[in-house]
DNA sequence: TAGGCCATCTGGTCCT
DNA sequence: AGGACCAGATGGCCTA
């Protein structure tokens, strides 16, 4: 229940995260209520005063925002018509505030202690989408860290660094610069960051050797012209002025590119806690899995199969 | 202390 | 008329 009941100023003053916020009578006046309980009744005496009160044009005098005048018995009611709609404002507020939260626990790096806040969800979240479509489209293995910069890309400095520190790797690795382009320097901990290092780029979707092989050293790779290749014509920051609302991200798999429905919500939080974790492949209605096991995201599996490592993998994102 | 983030209130607009 | 949605204003909390 996300909405408290405005009959209840007391639980009013909690939010649904535990910090206490103000109402509008702590405002005007913090002392007690009872005055602006008061000072309501008496609104509608108010306003036959400010009538009073007006120069010879019928302007009122007095500075600040006048209070509408209403017949009697009428301001009573909007009143509590305003008081009303305060009510289904908050509640409305609180949903789209619960659906951030879930949104927070489906991208990348969540946390409960260090929450991301609303604009970062909603900037790593439309890089998340964009970084998985394009290492759909692209079907090849992902260059981890261009995977990574791409979710970082337009971030904020903090932010960057959690999303870096949640994939161990040193933040100063991925500089944001003054335009929000998140640039490379340095040599990743690529063994912590890539959990199949055996990655050839160009390797076919579902071709992949698929071999752990996790002696292999790290290969020197111009990381930052595998993320610029993501970009040919467009940048999933707004640093590109035509990518909000105008272009979309890569379309995978005939054009049919979608997280799981809601309807068995319960089970979406169960299994997709480290991200999107379904899509509806080739129109065949069929909903597959991608595999953190399985090289994710190059080998989709039948729903049905279940991966014991996707709470590792989860691990690696969530702290 | 300034700035970022947040919840809340509020009035306006649009839609049913 | 009433509800949903939106944006501006406001003030509290937190952090660098």
Redo the contacts with the bound molecule.
């Keep these: 229940m996300l909405t408290?009941p405005?009959e209840d100023p007391d639980m009013?003053?909690?939010?649904?995260?535990g910090?206490?916020?103000?109402?509008?009578?702590?405002?005007?006046d913090?002392s007690n209520t009872d005055h602006k309980e008061a000072e309501d009744d008496n609104t509608d005496r108010e306003d036959e005063e400010r009538e009073e009160d007006r120069d010879e044009n019928g302007l009122p005098n007095k500075k600040g925002?006048r209070?509408?005048k209403f017949p009697n018995g009428r301001g009573e009611?909007v009143k509590v018509?305003?008081?009303?709609?305060?009510?289904?404002?908050?509640?409305?507020?609180?949903?789209?505030?619960d659906a951030l939260e879930s949104l927070r626990k489906v991208v990348p790096c969540y946390s409960k202690t260090q929450?991301?806040?609303?604009?970062?969800?909603l900037r790593l979240a439309k890089n998340y989408i964009w970084a998985l479509s394009e290492t759909l489209s692209a079907g090849k293995k992902p260059d981890l860290l261009a995977f990574v910069q791409t979710l970082c890309k337009g971030l904020?400095q903090?932010t960057t660094n959690l999303v870096a520190g949640c994939l161990q790797l040193n933040s100063r690795n991925f500089l944001t610069d003054q335009n929000g382009e998140v640039s490379f320097s340095g040599r990743p901990q690529y063994d912590a960051l890539y959990p199949y290092p055996n990655a050839e780029m160009g390797t076919p979707t579902g071709l992949s050797s698929g071999t752990r092989d996790s002696a292999k050293p790290f290969r020197p790779y111009n990381y930052y012209a595998s993320y610029e290749s993501y970009y040919d014509s467009a940048s999933p920051e707004g640093n590109s002025p035509h990518f909000d609302g105008q272009i979309s991200p890569p379309i995978n798999y005939n054009g049919i590119f979608s997280l799981k429905k809601h309807e068995d919500q319960v089970e979406y939080s169960k299994n997709c806690h480290y991200g999107m974790r379904y899509c509806n492949v080739a129109g065949r209605g069929s909903m597959y899995r991608v595999s953190p096991d399985g090289h994710f995201p190059y080998d989709l599996h039948p729903r049905s199969q279940s991966y014991q490592s996707q709470d590792e993998l989860n691990t690696g994102f969530h702290n």
């Design positions: 408290v405005f009013m003053r909690e939010s649904q995260f910090a206490r916020f103000p109402r509008q009578d702590d405002v005007h913090s925002p209070k509408k009611r018509r305003r008081q009303e709609a305060n009510a289904r404002e908050r509640s409305r507020m609180h949903g789209l505030n929450k991301l806040s609303k604009i970062e969800t904020s903090p």
